[in-house]
């Protein structure tokens, strides 16, 4: 490669071993694919299917490699193994690509490798004989690559170029089926939200830049947690631009909003996309350069109780929790439910639960993504690619038994249900925000247990539970008209309500029976479903397992936050009952109001104005999507631009066009006055110039110009070659 | 063996080959097309040759200092020399130059516009790289102005003879504008060279050597005025705000190839000579005018970003994000420092390349659908897919996607607008350059936002009904699902000649992308060199 010219592996490698200094290998190898894939793919066997495959297994094993090799390195408390080359100097000014490898990239090259191996073996069949199958598998590679170059991110830089080019797939996947526009519209939303953010992602690293001169992470981690020589306030400035990125990114308020209308992608991408890559690199920004935000944002500073990433983490799990209760779609439901939980993690990171946080990204991506699959193999098989829980859905858990139970096991994980990986990644962060004394935050998170313990047990009642429903029941309803039911709503947007496989949607045969999808999608979630269960006891606290913690937590971070509350069953305690009363209360309700008894429930937001005002609040999604569509983006698009042009059109150019004629005039009555009357043909060469500008258009027509041309430059370049040779 | 002497004719036949071919299409009859454009190839082929050996021949090691150095008197009265030479910042705009008149020369192998005389209109073509490539390595002011106003007739005729319905109005605009801020030109140069000769006994020069030398001892007040007049004359040619008004017209009008001259060359006339003359010869006053420079940069990338988004015409919505690209390249030059000029110098050959192709892909679209209305296209990817996919590779390059090349004009430039030279520090300059950093980021927000909108609008979809050979506009999913190939009658893909125009430049969009080195590390040291005279 043309990189290797300018090896500069640092000297703290000579330990360690060969994957952890050929980590840079990960992300280059799917990067590589993707382009194979793009250029031949078409003519392979399974239409550059395996070439995906195989790069992705390629990086998961180079991935347990470095995690294996991490682990026996932390043995002796080591530094990162740091490596780059020069990709870009401009006099002092130097950054390069390369990795750095520490516990927390390792933990994320992991999971992303094994997640993306996982998505793309489940995606072998379910988009099988899609119309653009090899484009979705070099996006998908594609993806999987950006990730992977930002977690090994040796410098802001790189982190840019793998932020982007994740931005640049989510594009080609959520308007994967662009021939609807619906789906293309979300797609060109998804990236456009983020590309806001991105500002800021700019506008921070400059700021970073220009105060500690280096874009190195490195540097920057050591430099902030080291203090002193910097002007705090601008260190504030930066760490708020980067978490505007960061916002953007992860799904955040406000700008959460393009993430649910991500679900027009095809099932795995969305699975892809909310476990564990594009929405945790918000977060993991934050994790990475974590002492910027730290000292930035002056957490954990005694006396402190509110500070910018909890409030937005904090705000974030209880309004995403509560549009997850008004969701028809079931991948709208785990959508709200993702940005929820990135709100857990950011909270976690904002009131300076470092180690939590970063633990529930790792247990998240296994039960997310699984739940993701799940939903994709109800629809590949049991609903007839549909995703409207109360239209097509109900009574499959004997029907569906495989994606039945990883589902239950999964959700049990999500709520947080003791012993389950949620409840240590989870509680974790929640006892953390009391122990570090963000009383409020504690508290939101207790209400966000109970809340997200409430629409997982909705969604999986009208999943697997009560009465078959539409495909469920072989019915296919030929329009998608209203069926009556309490919470039907015309305000609830269908669009992307359906994974429409284009030739396959109208051609199965009917009616058919839901039963258990093939082994290419059952496999994997089985895999899922065993890590969502089992995962959480890599740092369980209530049996003293810090494994994660010792694995991954940076040394510059460990001296910078306070210690980890001692785990306690009673402080655990209100947080499983509230997951308890929160099961509870949901079932009764949806057995009320779903179920086929009549009940003093149904119809209630019909029948009760506050509260039929709240749910329309809520399915309107607060209004902010009328605020940004309607408000912002049609008023910059339309008044603002059109108002810049005409003034372009008018003022601007009316000057140039008002000067070109004011010339012509002048020129043509100094022409008809003076030099016709006064100098009257005695110098005809200086009224040619005048009439020059208003004939200069006679040649064109004449139709000589080609010869007038040449003749013209000809003359000029024999005349400077005569000077020239004359001067010698 | 000494490179910066040595075969110092080089640059004279790089530069003037192509005017041995037209002088050959001189005799050749009208009628003969075939002859005259292969001569054109030809031509275009061994300048690119010799453009290729410089390439080769080139010492990197010293790339700050001028190369294959010549100089001759030339009007001894006036004192003006012949004198050529070639560093890193002229180096890969030398090259570029070059390299697009071939492929447009490729690309009018089939695409001689209306009303046809393919003789005329290369001729003309190969008259132009002339001059594009003498701006380039010329190191004398009366050249480099000589060499500057050549490119402006072949300009003038091609919009005028082969443009678009409001060709006259165009090409009169776009001349007598240019013209304009020429005439203020000259006499800058006129009067830098006067001032410059009084403070001596040697009689002065127009060589750029003795404006280096001898520019920063002027008097400030003068020095101002002087970079007025030259700010004029080159602001227009980039063109900033508000002086752009010239550039949507003359580049919708344009026929294809003269859009993609003018984007990918032409423009860069402009902010070469900032870097290369008005800037180095003036340091004083380039720093008085900097901030005024920033702030019109910021209002151009922000202004052009608007007039993109009010924009029915897909050509014309390419034209006016130039001018917002073209802001973040004066941007760059006006924070002053080795970073932020190096990110303009590649920020021009970026945007040579990428809007150089999406002018390119505008005319192939025009070309298929006789009409560039944005409201009236759809459905691109289906009906001709591979061109709808280099759009999109286009548009994505052109919003600065990292990885591609449009980035690294954007993002150093940002960056530098927060850390400009340490002369701008002060009198609240650096709040407002801080300030400016801020607004060029929401211009890369902006440019997402039409970039995407035209791609959306244009791309995706359903193909318009009025374009299929079916006609029937009953589009259901499932008959779209058919491999999409039912192609309009008159529609075909992407052909060899466009393939051949093309593949060098999406080649260089990613190589540039990827491996940004390859390019700053010949910049570098001649930016480095050229900015020392401010510090830090």
Same mark, same amino acid.
């Given at each position: 490669?043309?990189?290797?010219?300018?090896?500069?592996?640092?000297?703290?490698?000579?330990?360690?071993?060969?994957?952890?200094?050929?980590?840079?290998?990960?992300?280059?190898?799917?990067?590589?694919?993707?382009?194979?894939?793009?250029?031949?793919?078409?003519?392979?066997?399974?239409?550059?299917?395996?070439?995906?495959?195989?790069?992705?297994?390629?990086?998961?094993?180079?991935?347990?490699?470095?995690?294996?090799?991490?682990?026996?390195?932390?043995?002796?408390?080591?530094?990162?193994?740091?490596?780059?080359?020069?990709?870009?100097?401009?006099?002092?000014?130097?950054?390069?690509?390369?990795?750095?490898?520490?516990?927390?990239?390792?933990?994320?090259?992991?999971?992303?490798?094994?997640?993306?191996?996982?998505?793309?073996?489940?995606?072998?069949?379910?988009?099988?004989?899609?119309?653009?199958?090899?484009?979705?598998?070099?996006?998908?590679?594609?993806?999987?690559?950006?990730?992977?170059?930002?977690?090994?991110?040796?410098?802001?830089?790189?982190?840019?170029?793998?932020?982007?080019?994740?931005?640049?797939?989510?594009?080609?996947?959520?308007?994967?089926?662009?021939?609807?526009?619906?789906?293309?519209?979300?797609?060109?939303?998804?990236?456009?939200?983020?590309?806001?953010?991105?500002?800021?992602?700019?506008?921070?690293?400059?700021?970073?830049?220009?105060?500690?001169?280096?874009?190195?992470?490195?540097?920057?981690?050591?430099?902030?947690?080291?203090?002193?020589?910097?002007?705090?306030?601008?260190?504030?400035?930066?760490?708020?631009?980067?978490?505007?990125?960061?916002?953007?990114?992860?799904?955040?308020?406000?700008?959460?909003?393009?993430?649910?209308?991500?679900?027009?992608?095809?099932?795995?991408?969305?699975?892809?996309?909310?476990?564990?890559?594009?929405?945790?690199?918000?977060?993991?920004?934050?994790?990475?350069?974590?002492?910027?935000?730290?000292?930035?944002?002056?957490?954990?500073?005694?006396?402190?109780?509110?500070?910018?990433?909890?409030?937005?983490?904090?705000?974030?799990?209880?309004?995403?929790?509560?549009?997850?209760?008004?969701?028809?779609?079931?991948?709208?439901?785990?959508?709200?439910?993702?940005?929820?939980?990135?709100?857990?993690?950011?909270?976690?990171?904002?009131?300076?639960?470092?180690?939590?946080?970063?633990?529930?990204?790792?247990?998240?991506?296994?039960?997310?993504?699984?739940?993701?699959?799940?939903?994709?193999?109800?629809?590949?098989?049991?609903?007839?690619?549909?995703?409207?829980?109360?239209?097509?859905?109900?009574?499959?858990?004997?029907?569906?038994?495989?994606?039945?139970?990883?589902?239950?096991?999964?959700?049990?994980?999500?709520?947080?249900?003791?012993?389950?990986?949620?409840?240590?990644?989870?509680?974790?962060?929640?006892?953390?925000?009391?122990?570090?004394?963000?009383?409020?935050?504690?508290?939101?998170?207790?209400?966000?247990?109970?809340?997200?313990?409430?629409?997982?047990?909705?969604?999986?009642?009208?999943?697997?539970?009560?009465?078959?429903?539409?495909?469920?029941?072989?019915?296919?309803?030929?329009?998608?008209?209203?069926?009556?039911?309490?919470?039907?709503?015309?305000?609830?947007?269908?669009?992307?309500?359906?994974?429409?496989?284009?030739?396959?949607?109208?051609?199965?045969?009917?009616?058919?029976?839901?039963?258990?999808?093939?082994?290419?999608?059952?496999?994997?979630?089985?895999?899922?479903?065993?890590?969502?269960?089992?995962?959480?006891?890599?740092?369980?606290?209530?049996?003293?397992?810090?494994?994660?913690?010792?694995?991954?937590?940076?040394?510059?971070?460990?001296?910078?936050?306070?210690?980890?509350?001692?785990?306690?069953?009673?402080?655990?305690?209100?947080?499983?009952?509230?997951?308890?009363?929160?099961?509870?209360?949901?079932?009764?309700?949806?057995?009320?109001?779903?179920?086929?008894?009549?009940?003093?429930?149904?119809?209630?937001?019909?029948?009760?104005?506050?509260?039929?005002?709240?749910?329309?609040?809520?399915?309107?999604?607060?209004?902010?999507?009328?605020?940004?569509?309607?408000?912002?983006?049609?008023?910059?698009?339309?008044?603002?631009?059109?108002?810049?042009?005409?003034?372009?059109?008018?003022?601007?150019?009316?000057?140039?066009?008002?000067?070109?004629?004011?010339?012509?005039?002048?020129?043509?009555?100094?022409?008809?006055?003076?030099?016709?009357?006064?100098?009257?043909?005695?110098?005809?060469?200086?009224?040619?110039?005048?009439?020059?500008?208003?004939?200069?258009?006679?040649?064109?027509?004449?139709?000589?110009?080609?010869?007038?041309?040449?003749?013209?430059?000809?003359?000029?370049?024999?005349?400077?070659?005569?000077?020239?040779?004359?001067?010698? | 063996m000494?490179v910066?002497?040595d075969q110092?004719?080089l640059?004279?036949?790089g530069?003037?080959?192509?005017?041995?071919?037209?002088?050959?299409?001189?005799?050749?009859?009208?009628?003969?097309?075939?002859?005259?454009?292969?001569?054109?190839?030809?031509?275009?082929?061994?300048?690119v040759a010799v453009g290729a050996y410089t390439l080769v021949k080139f010492d990197y090691?010293?790339s700050?200092?001028?190369q294959f150095?010549?100089?001759?008197?030339?009007?001894?009265?006036?004192?003006?020399?012949?004198?050529?030479?070639l560093?890193?910042?002229?180096l890969?705009?030398y090259f570029?130059?070059m390299?697009?008149?071939?492929?447009?020369?490729?690309?009018?192998?089939?695409?001689?516009?209306?009303?046809?005389?393919?003789?005329?209109?290369?001729?003309?073509?190969?008259?132009?790289?002339?001059?594009?490539?003498?701006?380039?390595?010329?190191?004398?002011?009366?050249?480099?102005?000589?060499?500057?106003?050549?490119?402006?007739?072949?300009?003038?005729?091609?919009?005028?003879?082969?443009?678009?319905?409001?060709?006259?109005?165009?090409?009169?605009?776009?001349?007598?504008?240019?013209?304009?801020?020429?005439?203020?030109?000259?006499?800058?140069?006129?009067?830098?060279?006067?001032?410059?000769?009084?403070?001596?006994?040697?009689?002065?020069?127009?060589?750029?050597?003795?404006?280096?030398?001898?520019?920063?001892?002027?008097?400030?007040?003068?020095?101002?005025?002087?970079?007025?007049?030259?700010?004029?004359?080159?602001?227009?040619?980039?063109?900033?705000?508000?002086?752009?008004?010239?550039?949507?017209?003359?580049?919708?009008?344009?026929?294809?190839?003269?859009?993609?001259?003018?984007?990918?060359?032409?423009?860069?006339?402009?902010?070469? &000579? +900032?870097?290369?003359? %008005?800037?180095?010869? *003036? $340091?004083?006053? /380039?720093?008085? #005018?900097?901030?005024?420079? @920033?702030?019109?940069?910021?209002?151009?990338?922000?202004?052009?970003?608007?007039?993109?988004?009010?924009?029915?015409?897909?050509?014309?919505?390419?034209?006016?994000?130039?001018?917002?690209?073209?802001?973040?390249?004066?941007?760059?030059?006006?924070?002053?420092?080795?970073?932020?000029?190096?990110?303009?110098?590649?920020?021009?050959?970026?945007?040579?390349?990428?809007?150089?192709?999406?002018?390119?892909?505008?005319?192939?679209?025009?070309?298929?659908?006789?009409?560039?209305?944005?409201?009236?296209?759809?459905?691109?990817?289906?009906?001709?897919?591979?061109?709808?996919?280099?759009? &999109? +590779?286009?548009?994505? %390059?052109?919003?600065? *996607? $990292?990885?591609? /090349?449009?980035? #690294?004009?954007?993002?150093? @430039?940002?960056?530098?607008?927060?850390?400009?030279?340490?002369?701008?520090?002060?009198?609240?300059?650096?709040?407002?350059?801080?300030?400016?950093?801020?607004?060029?980021?929401?211009?890369?927000?902006?440019?997402?936002?039409?970039?995407?909108?035209?791609?959306?609008?244009?791309?995706?979809?359903?193909?318009?009904?009025?374009?299929?050979?079916?006609?029937?506009?009953?589009?259901?999913?499932?008959?779209?699902?058919?491999?999409?190939?039912?192609?309009?009658?008159?529609?075909?893909?992407?052909?060899?000649?466009?393939?051949?125009?093309?593949?060098?430049?999406?080649?260089?969009?990613?190589? +540039?992308?990827?491996?940004?080195?390859?390019?700053?590390?010949v910049?570098?040291?001649?930016?480095?060199?050229?900015?020392?005279?401010?510090?830090?």
């Amino acid at each position: 490669m043309l990189l290797a010219a300018e090896d500069a592996a640092a000297e703290a490698t000579h330990a360690a071993g060969w994957f952890l200094t050929h980590a840079w290998l990960i992300p280059l190898i799917p990067a590589i694919a993707f382009f194979v894939i793009i250029l031949f793919g078409k003519r392979m066997r399974f239409h550059g299917a395996e070439v995906g495959i195989a790069s992705m297994v390629a990086a998961l094993v180079i991935a347990a490699g470095t995690a294996v090799q991490w682990i026996r390195y932390t043995g002796h408390e080591a530094p990162p193994v740091i490596r780059s080359w020069t990709w870009w100097q401009s006099g002092n000014v130097r950054f390069g690509l390369g990795q750095h490898i520490d516990g927390l990239a390792v933990m994320a090259l992991l999971l992303v490798a094994f997640i993306s191996t996982l998505v793309q073996i489940y995606s072998l069949e379910y988009v099988r004989g899609d119309r653009r199958f090899t484009h979705f598998f070099a996006s998908l590679t594609l993806f999987s690559a950006g990730m992977l170059t930002m977690v090994l991110a040796e410098n802001m830089v790189q982190l840019i170029l793998g932020w982007e080019i994740m931005g640049l797939c989510s594009f080609l996947l959520i308007g994967h089926w662009w021939e609807e526009e619906a789906n293309s519209r979300a797609a060109l939303k998804a990236f456009f939200t983020v590309r806001v953010g991105d500002m800021g992602l700019l506008v921070g690293t400059g700021v970073l830049f220009g105060l500690l001169g280096t874009f190195n992470i490195a540097d920057i981690n050591a430099k902030v947690a080291e203090g002193g020589g910097f002007s705090h306030r601008t260190l504030t400035l930066a760490a708020v631009a980067l978490f505007i990125a960061c916002i953007g990114k992860s799904g955040q308020f406000p700008l959460h909003t393009w993430l649910p209308d991500a679900m027009a992608g095809p099932t795995p991408v969305s699975s892809l996309l909310h476990s564990s890559t594009m929405v945790v690199a918000g977060v993991f920004l934050v994790a990475r350069i974590y002492p910027v935000f730290h000292q930035g944002l002056d957490i954990n500073v005694a006396g402190q109780h509110v500070n910018l990433i909890a409030v937005i983490g904090g705000i974030t799990v209880l309004i995403a929790a509560a549009l997850a209760f008004v969701q028809n779609d079931i991948k709208k439901v785990l959508a709200y439910s993702t940005v929820s939980q990135l709100g857990y993690m950011m909270m976690g990171l904002g009131v300076g639960a470092w180690t939590a946080a970063v633990f529930h990204i790792f247990t998240h991506a296994f039960f997310k993504c699984c739940l993701f699959l799940c939903a994709g193999s109800v629809s590949h098989t049991g609903s007839h690619h549909s995703f409207d829980m109360k239209k097509d859905m109900g009574g499959l858990f004997r029907k569906m038994p495989v994606t039945a139970w990883t589902w239950l096991l999964s959700t049990a994980a999500l709520c947080g249900v003791p012993f389950f990986s949620g409840f240590f990644s989870k509680d974790e962060i929640i006892d953390s925000a009391h122990h570090n004394h963000y009383t409020i935050f504690w508290i939101v998170g207790l209400v966000g247990a109970f809340m997200t313990t409430a629409y997982m047990t909705r969604a999986t009642y009208l999943t697997f539970f009560g009465q078959p429903r539409g495909a469920a029941a072989h019915f296919v309803h030929g329009d998608h008209g209203d069926h009556g039911d309490a919470h039907a709503d015309p305000a609830v947007d269908t669009h992307g309500a359906h994974d429409t496989h284009g030739d396959v949607r109208h051609s199965r045969p009917l009616p058919f029976a839901p039963h258990d999808s093939g082994w290419l999608i059952t496999v994997p979630l089985i895999i899922l479903a065993a890590l969502a269960v089992v995962s959480g006891y890599l740092n369980a606290a209530p049996f003293h397992i810090e494994k994660f913690h010792h694995w991954v937590t940076p040394k510059v971070v460990e001296e910078m936050v306070p210690e980890g509350p001692a785990f306690r069953w009673l402080n655990a305690l209100p947080s499983i009952l509230l997951v308890a009363a929160g099961f509870a209360f949901s079932l009764y309700l949806c057995r009320q109001v779903y179920g086929a008894a009549a009940s003093a429930w149904k119809g209630l937001t019909r029948r009760v104005a506050p509260l039929g005002a709240g749910h329309r609040f809520l399915v309107n999604k607060y209004y902010l999507d009328d605020l940004y569509e309607k408000v912002v983006v049609h008023g910059i698009a339309h008044p603002i631009a059109q108002g810049a042009y005409w003034i372009n059109q008018h003022v601007i150019d009316g000057i140039v066009n008002a000067v070109g004629i004011g010339g012509k005039r002048t020129g043509g009555w100094v022409y008809r006055n003076i030099d016709q009357r006064v100098v009257d043909g005695a110098v005809n060469g200086s009224g040619a110039a005048a009439q020059g500008a208003g004939s200069a258009l006679r040649p064109v027509q004449s139709g000589k110009v080609n010869q007038y041309g040449a003749l013209l430059f000809s003359a000029a370049a024999v005349a400077a070659l005569v000077l020239f040779v004359v001067n010698r | 063996m000494d490179v910066l002497r040595d075969q110092n004719w080089l640059l004279s036949l790089g530069t003037f080959l192509p005017l041995a071919g037209v002088v050959i299409m001189l005799f050749i009859p009208k009628r003969d097309e075939e002859s005259a454009k292969l001569v054109a190839l030809v031509t275009a082929i061994a300048t690119v040759a010799v453009g290729a050996y410089t390439l080769v021949k080139f010492d990197y090691g010293q790339s700050a200092k001028l190369q294959f150095f010549t100089s001759h008197d030339w009007i001894r009265p006036i004192r003006a020399t012949y004198t050529l030479g070639l560093d890193g910042i002229s180096l890969p705009l030398y090259f570029l130059s070059m390299v697009i008149t071939l492929l447009v020369i490729i690309y009018s192998w089939d695409h001689i516009p209306s009303p046809g005389n393919a003789k005329a209109f290369l001729m003309l073509m190969l008259v132009l790289q002339t001059g594009m490539a003498g701006t380039f390595v010329a190191q004398d002011l009366i050249l480099f102005f000589v060499f500057f106003e050549v490119v402006l007739l072949p300009m003038y005729f091609m919009i005028g003879v082969w443009g678009g319905e409001q060709r006259q109005y165009a090409s009169l605009k776009f001349f007598l504008y240019t013209m304009f801020g020429s005439a203020l030109m000259l006499v800058s140069f006129i009067a830098l060279f006067i001032v410059t000769k009084g403070n001596t006994a040697e009689g002065g020069s127009f060589a750029f050597s003795w404006f280096q030398a001898h520019g920063p001892e002027i008097a400030k007040t003068t020095a101002i005025w002087i970079f007025a007049g030259m700010f004029v004359g080159f602001a227009v040619k980039v063109p900033m705000f508000p002086f752009h008004t010239w550039l949507p017209d003359a580049h919708t009008q344009a026929p294809t190839q003269g859009s993609v001259i003018l984007a990918a060359i032409l423009l860069k006339l402009g902010t070469y &000579g +900032f870097v290369r003359i %008005a800037i180095p010869f *003036l $340091p004083q006053a /380039a720093v008085k #005018w900097a901030p005024a420079i @920033a702030v019109l940069a910021c209002i151009g990338i922000i202004y052009g970003a608007l007039g993109c988004l009010a924009q029915t015409d897909m050509k014309r919505l390419i034209a006016f994000s130039s001018v917002a690209h073209m802001g973040f390249v004066m941007l760059g030059i006006a924070t002053l420092t080795p970073l932020g000029v190096n990110a303009a110098v590649f920020g021009m050959v970026a945007h040579g390349l990428i809007t150089g192709m999406l002018f390119f892909l505008a005319g192939s679209v025009k070309e298929r659908y006789h009409t560039l209305e944005i409201r009236r296209l759809s459905g691109m990817l289906k009906q001709i897919p591979r061109l709808g996919w280099i759009l &999109g +590779f286009c548009a994505m %390059a052109s919003l600065g *996607l $990292p990885g591609l /090349a449009g980035f #690294w004009g954007e993002f150093p @430039a940002i960056i530098s607008s927060w850390n400009p030279a340490q002369a701008l520090v002060g009198d609240g300059k650096l709040d407002l350059f801080r300030v400016l950093t801020v607004v060029a980021a929401l211009g890369t927000v902006l440019a997402a936002g039409y970039l995407l909108w035209l791609y959306q609008r244009t791309a995706f979809g359903e193909p318009n009904p009025e374009f299929t050979s079916h006609g029937s506009g009953a589009h259901s999913l499932s008959a779209a699902a058919n491999h999409g190939d039912d192609h309009g009658s008159d529609l075909h893909d992407v052909n060899t000649y466009e393939w051949i125009a093309w593949t060098p430049l999406l080649i260089a969009i990613v190589v +540039f992308g990827v491996y940004p080195q390859l390019m700053f590390k010949v910049i570098d040291p001649a930016v480095t060199n050229l900015m020392r005279v401010f510090g830090k």
